[in-house]
């Protein structure tokens, strides 16, 4: 056993012996019998049916062990489930739901005399390596069994031509045991045995956390896999990955609608390069200088050195994560939602904001950040310069962010207001004017931005933008086009919606963004069951009373405070992303919502002195287990080409 051997002296000892037991026989059941998928890809030029029968060695093909569906000629692509198999061992002990109980196949693909052409068929489940037939040779294992009259194999799948009304295929399979998930339930054991372990024994006050750098590797470990193996752009990527490709060879701005970035425009006839973020620049920079690495025969395309630069800031975070403590706790919020940790595997703009949004709230946390030192020494005129040089370029930085990301400003504005009204410094006058000092670095480092770009685009910008809209968006989603047949989504105020409906029915705008921000991502083929969501809304709100609670009976002023600012933020935040969605295009995407995390993650750092730890960490380390499923079981392991 991995548990130490004095692990269940204890009653609670054993009570989390017997819990971790559990939690890893339901790992196990997740793997091996969750359903069993069927992708296929078929063309054909009338309408059909196409049916799929499955036996083991002992059965013969029955209608109950099939799964029929209609083929049209307008559609290729068909994925669906496969019914409970019942094998022969079924009768005498239990249902199996394995892929390992089929041992027969066959293929019934029309029932119409004529023509069809099998492209790929792919019978997947987890825990067992896929059923492929794709290639001339895999598609040659489909042996005709009747009413064949001939069966052509070429490089894009087979053409069968029937003889009858019943043509069918036949073939044997030996599904095997994937030992890749065999591995990931090992290390998924070592994982839950650290965990609570850490729960159940004590710790001094310096380590109070320390099990998060690991848990930080471990997810960056995970984010690298999923970011370097997987060859599935997300929907924007392709977009993000164009504006940092312009700025690998280019310093300065493109001009609104100039020709030659018009394939950087989407089909709203928006362009990244338009924008005011400057993670475009930095990261084409990163990848023009992999570009002259020789590792650079090994980064075969190009958006795999832009996803590098995101994976990259991750990995940053974890060894700050490893060196400080108060970057510890501020990345406690990166452990607990899966939908984080994918938005470091593909390159986007959410990844930069974060990483810049956590080394600010360094600064206004940490009492060795340079800020802290910047508001509290005598120093030189020099010393002054310099320190205000340094914070203002990194303030700088956020207000060339994602612009949802804005509100972190507003909350540390408010925090330092707070820190002002309470007396926290020596001598408010000297904070003010070296506070002030910041702004303007910051504020000269933007508008030298904006100036750049005006002079290159005017100061009209806006218009021209919305004139391009017309020019290149497409009609469904072109302000010049009627709102009548522009798309479902644009302009629901206009269209007359009311503000309550965008929460019911079809539009479920909360249950969506919580959707989007714990249990999606696009490479989940399916996403979280429903479960998976309702523990975790659970969770979210027993923590949220246990945070807000404990701060409240504390009975500290500043605290209490701090916990008003973050709810009025975060309040502001949503109220943001529901005024966006129901006047502009409606978009329930859980990762606008990031700032809460990282601002909860301030507000558990001045409030751990009316935090229990044991509870603290048990909430945020059952939330890690949730997100390791999420992202693993459901997402990462559905990867085509892992």
């Given at each position: 056993m991995f548990f130490p051997s004095n692990f269940v002296k204890r009653p609670i000892k054993k009570s989390v012996f017997f819990i971790s037991i559990v939690f890893i026989m339901v790992l196990a059941y997740q793997f091996f019998f969750t359903p069993i998928s069927i992708e296929i890809e078929i063309v054909t030029p009338k309408k059909n049916i196409f049916q799929i029968f499955y036996a083991d060695q002992q059965h013969v093909y029955n209608e109950k062990q099939s799964r029929k569906f209609r083929v049209k000629p307008e559609l290729t692509n068909y994925d669906f489930i496969l019914p409970a198999f019942l094998s022969a061992k079924a009768l005498t002990f239990k249902p199996l739901k394995t892929l390992n109980s089929i041992r027969k196949l066959r293929i019934d693909p029309m029932k119409k005399s004529g023509t069809i052409r099998i492209k790929r068929i792919v019978i997947k489940q987890n825990g067992y390596k896929p059923l492929r037939f794709e290639t001339i040779d895999q598609?040659?294992?489909?042996?005709?069994?009747?009413?064949?009259?001939?069966?052509?194999?070429?490089?894009?799948?087979?053409?069968?031509?029937?003889?009858?009304?019943?043509?069918?295929?036949?073939?044997?399979?030996?599904?095997?045991?994937?030992?890749?998930?065999?591995?990931?339930?090992?290390?998924?054991?070592?994982?839950?045995?650290?965990?609570?372990?850490?729960?159940?024994?004590?710790?001094?006050?310096?380590?109070?956390?320390?099990?998060?750098?690991?848990?930080?590797?471990?997810?960056?470990?995970?984010?690298?896999?999923?970011?370097?193996?997987?060859?599935?752009?997300?929907?924007?990527?392709?977009?993000?990955?164009?504006?940092g490709i312009y700025y690998m060879d280019h310093w300065l701005p493109p001009k609104v609608c100039d020709p030659s970035i018009a394939h950087t425009y989407s089909v709203y006839g928006v362009s990244r390069l338009d924008s005011s973020e400057i993670v475009y620049l930095v990261a084409g920079k990163f990848a023009k200088l992999f570009a002259w690495l020789p590792l650079n025969d090994f980064l075969i395309n190009d958006f795999l050195r832009f996803r590098f630069f995101n994976i990259g800031l991750f990995l940053i975070l974890t060894l700050l994560s490893i060196k400080s403590v108060e970057y510890r706790i501020l990345c406690l919020p990166l452990l607990v939602t899966p939908q984080i940790w994918y938005v470091f595997t593909y390159f986007n703009s959410e990844a930069f904001a974060v990483f810049i949004i956590i080394l600010i709230g360094y600064q206004a946390v940490s009492e060795k950040s340079m800020l802290h030192h910047f508001m509290t020494m005598?120093?030189?005129?020099?010393?002054?310069?310099?320190?205000?040089?340094?914070?203002?370029?990194?303030?700088?930085?956020?207000?060339?962010?994602?612009?949802?990301?804005?509100?972190?400003?507003?909350?540390?504005?408010?925090?330092?207001?707070?820190?002002?009204?309470?007396?926290?410094?020596?001598?408010?006058?000297?904070?003010?004017?070296?506070?002030?000092?910041?702004?303007?670095?910051?504020?000269?480092?933007?508008?030298?931005?904006?100036?750049?770009?005006?002079?290159?685009?005017?100061?009209?910008?806006?218009?021209?933008?919305?004139?391009?809209?017309?020019?290149?968006?497409?009609?469904?989603?072109?302000?010049?086009?009627?709102?009548?047949?522009?798309?479902?989504?644009?302009?629901?105020?206009?269209?007359?919606?009311?503000?309550?409906?965008?929460?019911?029915?079809?539009?479920?705008?909360?249950?969506l963004s919580f959707w989007r921000s714990f249990g999606s991502s696009y490479f989940f083929k399916r996403p979280a069951p429903d479960w998976y969501l309702k523990v975790v809304l659970i969770i979210c709100i027993l923590f949220s009373f246990y945070l807000s609670g404990s701060i409240v009976i504390g009975l500290q002023l500043k605290q209490i405070l701090l916990l008003l600012i973050v709810f009025l933020c975060s309040l502001l935040l949503i109220a943001l992303s529901i005024w966006n969605s129901w006047t502009a295009s409606f978009q329930a995407l859980g990762r606008y919502l990031f700032p809460i995390f990282i601002m909860t993650g301030f507000l558990i750092f001045q409030s751990l002195t009316a935090l229990n730890k044991k509870y603290l960490n048990f909430f945020i380390l059952l939330m890690f287990l949730l997100s390791l499923y999420s992202y693993l079981f459901v997402g990462l392991l559905q990867l085509p080409k892992l």
């Open positions: 598609l040659k294992r489909l042996r005709p069994a009747k009413d064949i009259a001939s069966i052509d194999y070429q490089h894009n799948g087979m053409v069968i031509l029937s003889s009858g009304r019943d043509p069918q295929l036949e073939a044997a399979v030996n599904p095997q045991i994937d030992f890749r998930f065999v591995f990931c339930i090992l290390i998924a054991i070592i994982l839950v045995d650290f965990i609570l372990h850490l729960l159940s024994g004590g710790t001094q006050k310096e380590d109070e956390f320390k099990y998060a750098p690991y848990l930080m590797v471990f997810i960056f470990a995970l984010i690298f896999a999923g970011g370097a193996i997987c060859t599935q752009m997300h929907a924007d990527e392709g977009h993000h990955l164009k504006a005598a120093g030189t005129k020099y010393e002054i310069i310099k320190y205000a040089i340094g914070l203002g370029l990194l303030f700088a930085l956020l207000l060339l962010i994602k612009l949802n990301f804005l509100v972190f400003a507003v909350f540390l504005a408010c925090v330092f207001l707070l820190k002002l009204i309470l007396r926290e410094y020596d001598d408010n006058r000297r904070v003010l004017l070296r506070v002030l000092l910041i702004l303007l670095v910051a504020a000269s480092v933007w508008g030298t931005h904006y100036g750049i770009d005006a002079s290159i685009n005017g100061f009209g910008k806006k218009d021209k933008c919305f004139e391009c809209r017309k020019k290149l968006a497409l009609p469904l989603f072109n302000p010049a086009t009627p709102l009548a047949q522009r798309h479902l989504y644009l302009r629901l105020k206009e269209r007359g919606l009311p503000l309550k409906k965008m929460f019911n029915g079809y539009w479920r705008w909360g249950y």
